[in-house]
């Protein structure tokens, strides 16, 4: 098939989906075309069936804000003729599938239908589509879709309670590639930081509010005062600044540190001992999965999607949103010495549930699906 993609282009979860999803296409011999205004940070550079196109964004002086959407759809349009795509599949309704609506609609006024799919992944649903400023357009595009997924059960109902969807809404989890996201023997690097065997807590997010991070650093406070400890906190964004200084005005920077956006996150990870995700929303928690890959447990909370992945008492334990003594609880149940190979051991095995080579094939029948249910011309 000849497949054009639509996400951003960031560190950002869907922006990682919606890139290694084109990847493991590109692997199986589809031809990935990925349509954003910047290359995608983890888009494989030198495959023969991955092509990546620049939305050109133009200004002009009446402009107070750059039109991205009309730009992003005039380029899908262009795309899906010249390349002849078989469908684009968009991740993250704002503003990507109003605009893939934009291009099919244009594309049928030149008797060609391509169909879109729109993955939603959560704060598209959760927080900014329902805001009253973007809500009639998300309604109506998911609606327009012809086809629309959601990355879990919570989330699709999410969808369905805040939006008057009239669309079918398929469930196709986050996945990972356990060839990448693997424990890689790095004891030097945790020799680095642990230099007296302190047990290594990790939080990755795009630091925003909706992430918590501040419960992250009060359970790693706590756990301080009652065993040797090391934070490290990857990833950049809005909060960033303030957390730093917190921490500092804390006096906790000899034992925390801030990495920034990391690429090779998994080198990080196969030295940690805990995971902490205590977010206020989190549709599924990729960053948790690519934990447990790496064999780390998660204390996370049981927002949204999170009970999908995290099993409680098994590959981690589950707090209500803010519920920090609980949090501490559990972590120092999961760092004992007698009980972390097992918590480690159980995080792989359900890592491994979410396999790229298991769901990649769930995403390829929904195509054949909606590419057979094309309407024929001049219908
Ligand atoms: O975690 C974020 O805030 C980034 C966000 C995004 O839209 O890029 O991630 C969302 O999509 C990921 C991939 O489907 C999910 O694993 C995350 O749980 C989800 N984040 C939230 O729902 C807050």
Known sequence: MKIGIVCYPTFGGSGVVATELGNALARQGHEIHFITYD???????????????????RTYPLFEYPPYELALASKMVNVAKFEQLD??????????????????EILKTQE???????????????????????????????????????????????TYEHFEITKQIEVIPNFIDLTRFKKQQKEHFKKAICPKGERLIVHTSNFR???????????????RQQIPVKMLLIGDGPERRR??????DNDLMDDIRFLGKLDAIEEVLSVADLFLMPSEKE??????LEAMACEVPVISSNAGGLPELNIHG?????????????????????????KLPEFKANALKRAKEF????????????????????PAPNN
């Open 87 to 104: 469908l684009l599949h968009v991740h993250y309704a704002i503003p990507h599938a109003s605009a893939a609506y934009m291009a099919r």
């Open 112 to 158: 060609l239908y391509v169909p879109f799919i729109t993955t939603l992944h959560g704060t598209d649903i959760t927080l900014v589509g329902k805001d009253e400023s973007y809500a009639p357009v998300v309604t109506f595009s998911i609606n327009q879709s012809d086809g629309v997924t959601t990355v879990s059960q919570s989330l699709r109902a999410d």
């Open 39 to 57: 290359q995608p940070t983890r888009m494989a550079l030198f495959d023969e069936n991955i092509y990546y196109h620049k939305v050109d964004i």
């Open 355 to 374: 396999d790229v080579h298991k769901i990649r094939p769930l995403y390829e029948a929904m195509y054949e699906r909606v590419i057979a249910s094309v």
């Open 283 to 288: 549709s599924f928690g990729l960053a948790a």
């Open 209 to 223: 509010k909706v992430k918590r991070i501040d419960d992250a650093i009060k359970v790693f406070c706590r756990l």
């Open 243 to 248: 957390i730093e200084q917190l921490c500092q």
């Open 314 to 338: 098994v590959t981690g334990f589950m707090s209500d949103v803010g519920d920090v003594d609980d949090m501490v609880k559990n972590a120092l149940i999961i760092l004992q010495d007698d």
